[in-house]
């Protein structure tokens, strides 16, 4: 990435403010998923920024509806719906995380957990969809399947992930360290 973090984060209100980013325009016929990849160790900064982004976006943008989908509480809110976080917490305590891991590979499948985050939090009404924590629920989530099961549920509605590690165009690499599967329906945001 040859530009500085401060510069890429100025540029997200013009991409994401865009009639072409807003009704996903000149992607042909793709669909509107988006990456902000950044250095890991701009976390805190990229974090401090959504703060902003979000307050900003919520006085001088008022007639858009955008959520930010912080995937670690959607997890604890999942889980704890369907009453499974207390045995969860005391699973990994007694059993370690191996265990825990292998017994939340049901509950958090995607076809179940993606078709949640969409009920609770991206609902018909968003115009915009910011999805953060994806460095947090790892190795509980992978990106690519989370945006693989999105697609099919949310379709043109664009959504922007924001991903501490690296990103192609064609495959993610969490941390700069972790590499996942390829994935190609997703634009860099701000390159």
């Given at each position: 990435?040859n530009h ?8 997200i ?27 890991p ?12 982004l ?9 007639h ?10 959607a997890i ?28 939340l ?10 078709q ?10 968003q ?8 460095g947090?629920v ?6 690519h399947?989370?945006?693989n ?14 991903y501490?590690?690296y ?8 941390f ?16």
């Open positions: 990435m500085t973090i401060d510069n890429r984060l100025n540029h209100p013009e991409r994401i403010l865009s009639e072409q980013f807003l009704h996903g325009q000149g992607l042909g016929n793709e669909i509107g998923f988006w990456i902000f990849d950044y250095a160790e701009e976390e805190l900064k990229v974090r401090e920024y959504l703060s902003f979000e307050g900003m976006l919520e006085k001088k943008y008022k858009l509806k955008v959520v930010n989908i912080n995937l670690l509480q604890v809110d999942y889980l704890t719906e369907r009453n499974f976080i207390d045995k969860a917490i005391q699973m990994q305590k007694v059993k370690g995380d191996e265990a825990l891991l292998k017994a590979k049901g509950p958090l499948h995607m076809d179940k957990f993606a949640y985050v969409v009920r609770k939090y991206a609902n018909i009404e115009d915009i969809i910011l999805v953060t924590g994806i947090t790892w190795p509980l989530l992978r990106a399947h989370l945006l099961s999105l697609h099919s549920l949310l379709g043109h509605k664009p959504v922007v992930l924001f501490p590690g990103y192609d165009g064609q495959s993610m690499t969490l700069g360290k972790i590499p996942s599967n390829n994935y190609y329906r997703a634009f860099k945001l701000v390159p």
